[in-house]
């Protein structure tokens, strides 16, 4: 907890090698319900690559009971060394030496899932980013990689599966009822890749041989009820493998791969080497109790941790500013996975559709930090969509500058070089430079500088010459601390279509060989095409080849035209996107022509709907309106009431004036047979599901009692939860009584109860803050487990615009007393609720006024978390 008035800044200029480092690591622990012990034996030398002047080693410890302390063989002595509240220090080691520790923890009794803890009767670890330190005395930075061997014992019958990294050794039994087991990992690694997990646990067990004829054994381990719901994640498991040698010549490296599902988890999933421990909502599906989008999320998130074998544990980050180097990276890595074994144009526009609404809108709030971020209070405040996913961005335009085999080429030198190193971003981008000759420097900036740049088009056709002409306009706006930044390297992809809407022959006039490839690297360009009989409409940023934001004078009827004729999926669908916003906003302004645009737009939905052959999937994509939060952002001042309600009204409209046509391709596309998932009925379901929801918004009576046969039906977990997400909306009678039916099959499902949370928190009804605060007091809750908090207040003040941003500001009190209460139990966790409100000065005076009065009740808060009070004193800025 944070007692000084602020906590320190941690900058990436002040990067320091560590005068020693840790070669080999001995870990003993004895776990007990009460009284953990674990003993460290460290070998450790003075570090070559430390240049300065250093008599004293500090390592890392937080929160640890020192029992006794030895250098090379003896007691230390009192003056030899200082314990404080953030570690050990040794004042005067000796060049080469070998320090030995005992330290009591109570994993019983930690409640922020870092470091050891308990998750429901299972011991557990969490040690990324700086977990470790609270399990034994460290140098806790990724750059200290070393050997590691561990034992761990406890009792026989509460805990017989005992797991850590690498491969197993021996085994054996004890006195007084208790077990032990071996791990020895043999590869290098940092702290935060370490892991343990002990509990009394099933798995199931498959095999996989590498390319070279490596059989590595693999497991599942999840607690004996779960049993039954692994098989996908095997699955997804075997297929990443097989993919990661394929596309990218990279095979596993141990005889076991373990993967360990625990239910108090605060991320997704962690890479721990050999050892993965996942919350149990990225591996149990069953179809069920899981929906489609979680057999997707399953199949991606296994590929990520499993990806980070190569991407992150053999070649790992020099320092935690570099984070996007491994995760940038692998998540690209599992979105052409998941491209390359489902559909790859849908999965790109789920991308983008994420991005859009989630980093544009970080990257235009008081949080705003670079990729590669220049300093930090709280490293866990930086797991963001920005390191993440906007990371991925900055890859996929590089592996896109580079074409196929180059990047290829670059992705194996940067095997090659950095195999069992630390290193940085700035060395993945030389990789990309070595293997292609090019210059990458101005590209660069993309990693160092926030927000999202904005380019401006225009064209203009020379009939006379036959040339057309685009002058682009880039500008990036200002974020905290950084103002005037210099233009960036943007890779915009283009087509020209004629008036048939087929692609016309590109011919640059500076005679590019990729003429698609428009390279923006001045404020102010032009690009120049020739041999263009008549004036083409652009088709720009296509497949969304750069992550900015685009501005181009289209008319609605060009628009229109793109939509039913551009060769790019992306940019077809992206037109209808771009039409409906128009409309909404038009709607939410209550302007005159509203009325005629909803017309006309609720037209070429009908077109789009009837289209033969179109291909569900896309269709339900281009159906699907913006989100409130998207039109959000597209406003100076958001209108929380008008935004809702001009949605409501469009999806009415189109229920009542469509209908009866919904209704029967809502037949055609019921469920039979078996529950599937593939691309093709993932996509059915997604466009049934859509339909049902404008045929609801209609208000009529058939509609909503289709929802209760969907609903009771019950053929699968994705039409169940959809049909009570419709229900559970509105006022229907029959409401209540599906909510409790629910309840009542799934009470001892807590991933389904999950859901039931999350529908109940998303309900624009009028009481739903009221509902949201009494089911705080269900049986099935609870404040300490992550999902729960994730599902009940992060649903209701992150997936409910409309009811969190309430007019009379009891969505922002609710959360700031729920963010104080989760920070003396989870401050990671906290701080991620706290994050729903950064973006309060877009909101209009009263709203503001109510909004700050929270933030400033969060940061005036004496004994804050560093996380919390990191995002609480930004957002005020
Ligand atoms: N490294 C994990 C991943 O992206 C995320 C994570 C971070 C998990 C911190 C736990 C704690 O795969
Ligand atoms: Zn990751």
């Not at 640059?508 to 404020?523: Q, T």
Request: with cysteine; glycine share 6%.
């Amino acid at each position: 907890m944070w007692k000084e008035a602020s906590p320190r800044t941690i900058y990436l200029k002040d990067y320091q090698p560590v005068p020693w480092v840790i070669r080999t690591v001995d870990l003993d622990f004895r776990l007990h319900e009460k009284g953990t012990r674990v003993i460290s034996r460290l070998t450790l030398e003075r570090n070559p690559a430390f240049t300065g002047q250093a008599a004293e080693l500090r390592l890392d410890g937080e929160g640890l009971k020192p029992v006794w302390l030895r250098l090379d063989g003896s007691e230390l002595h009192g003056d030899a060394y200082g314990i404080d509240d953030q570690g050990l220090v040794l004042f005067n080691p000796p060049e080469q030496f070998v320090l030995e520790s005992e330290v009591e923890l109570a994993p019983e009794k930690n409640t922020t899932l870092q470091g050891l803890y308990r998750s429901g009767s299972m011991f557990c670890t969490q040690c990324e980013a700086e977990g470790f330190r609270h399990i034994t005395w460290y140098l806790d930075r990724p750059d200290v990689m070393a050997r590691f061997k561990v034992r761990l014992e406890a009792d026989r019958d509460k805990y017989p599966v005992l797991l850590s990294n690498g491969n197993p050794l021996e085994r054996g039994e004890l006195p007084d009822n208790r077990h032990y087991a071996e791990w020895e990992d043999p590869h290098p690694k940092p702290s935060y890749l370490f892991a343990l997990v002990a509990g009394k646990l099933k798995y199931i067990e498959d095999s996989f041989e590498t390319a070279s004829g490596r059989p590595v054994r693999l497991r599942i381990y999840v607690e004996p009820e779960n049993i039954d719901k692994c098989d996908h994640a095997m699955q997804s498991l075997i297929r990443s493998m097989r993919w990661d040698e394929e596309k990218y010549g990279r095979e596993y490296d141990l005889d076991v791969f373990n993967i360990v599902a625990v239910n108090d988890f605060n991320m997704g999933a962690m890479e721990n080497k050999g050892l993965n421990i996942f919350n149990s909502k990225y591996v149990l599906a069953r179809p069920d109790t899981a929906t489609d989008d979680d057999y997707l999320g399953i199949e991606a998130v296994i590929a990520h941790e499993y990806f980070h074998n190569w991407t992150g544990n053999r070649i790992t980050c020099r320092d935690w500013f570099q984070l996007s180097l491994k995760e940038g990276f692998t998540v690209y890595r599992d979105q052409e996975f998941s491209s390359d074994m489902g559909a790859r144009g849908i999965k790109r526009i789920d991308d983008v559709r994420m991005l859009r609404a989630h980093q544009f809108a970080e990257d235009d709030s008081p949080m705003a930090h670079p990729v590669r971020p220049a300093s930090y209070m709280e490293i866990n405040n930086f797991y963001t969509v920005t390191v993440y996913e906007k990371g991925a961005e900055v890859v996929r335009m590089q592996a896109n500058l580079l074409g196929p085999e180059l990047f290829r080429k670059a992705t194996d030198i940067y095997f090659d070089r950095f195999d069992g190193q630390a290193v940085t971003t700035d060395d993945f981008v030389r990789c990309m430079e070595d293997a292609s000759g090019r210059d990458l420097t101005q590209f660069r900036h993309w990693y160092d500088y926030a927000g999202t740049p904005e380019l401006t088009v225009q064209g203009e056709y020379h009939p006379d010459e036959q040339v057309y002409r685009l002058q682009v306009r880039q500008s990036v706006p200002d974020t905290p601390g950084q103002k005037n930044k210099p233009p960036f390297h943007i890779p915009l992809v283009v087509g020209l279509l004629d008036s048939h809407g087929r692609d016309m022959p590109l011919d640059r006039s500076d005679g590019s060989a990729r003429p698609e490839l428009l390279e923006v690297m001045e404020k102010e360009q032009t690009f120049e095409f020739r041999n263009l009989p008549e004036a083409p409409v652009p088709s720009l940023l296509r497949g969304f080849s750069a992550p900015v934001k685009l501005n181009y004078p289209y008319s609605d009827a060009e628009l229109v035209f793109l939509m039913a004729h551009d060769s790019d999926g992306f940019n077809r669908w992206d037109a209808g996107q771009e039409l409906a916003q128009r409309v909404l906003l038009k709607l939410v302004e209550q302007a005159p022509e509203g009325a005629d645009m909803l017309a006309e737009f609720t037209h070429a939905f009908h077109r789009a709907l009837d289209a033969a052959h179109s291909d569900p999937a896309l269709l339900s994509e281009v159906l699907s309106l913006p989100s409130e939060s998207l039109l959000g952002e597209r406003m100076e001042v958001v209108d929380v009431e008008g935004i809702h309600a001009a949605r409501e009204q469009v999806k009415a409209h189109i229920g009542k004036r469509l209908h009866d046509d919904l209704l029967s391709h809502y037949r055609d596309l019921g469920e039979e047979g078996e529950y599937q998932v593939t691309p093709e009925t993932i996509g059915r379901r997604r466009l049934k599901n859509l339909l049902l929801t404008y045929l609801t918004a209609s208000g009529s009576r058939e509609a909503v009692d289709l929802c209760v046969q969907q609903y009771q039906a019950g053929h699968n977990m994705t039409d169940v939860i959809h049909a009570l997400t419709l229900v559970a909306d509105g006022d229907h009678p029959a409401r209540q009584e599906l909510l409790d039916d629910f309840a009542a099959r799934w009470h001892a499902d807590p991933l389904v109860m999950d859901k039931w949370f999350s529908v109940q928190a998303r309900s624009s009804r009028k009481d739903t803050l009221e509902r949201v605060m009494a089911l705080q007091e269900h049986p099935a809750f609870s404040i300490t487990n992550p999902n729960k908090v994730r599902a009940l207040i992060g649903s209701f003040a992150m997936g409910n615009p409309f009811c969190f941003h309430s007019a009379d500001g009891k969505g922002y009190t609710f959360l700031v007393d729920k963010v104080l209460q989760l920070d003396g139990i989870n401050p990671q966790i906290a701080a991620r609720l706290l994050r729903s409100m950064a973006r309060w000065r877009h909101y209009d005076k009263a709203r503001r006024e109510l909004a700050r009065g929270q933030l400033e009740r969060v940061a005036g808060q004496n004994g804050i978390s560093r996380d919390v009070y990191e995002v609480a004193s930004k957002s005020l800025q």
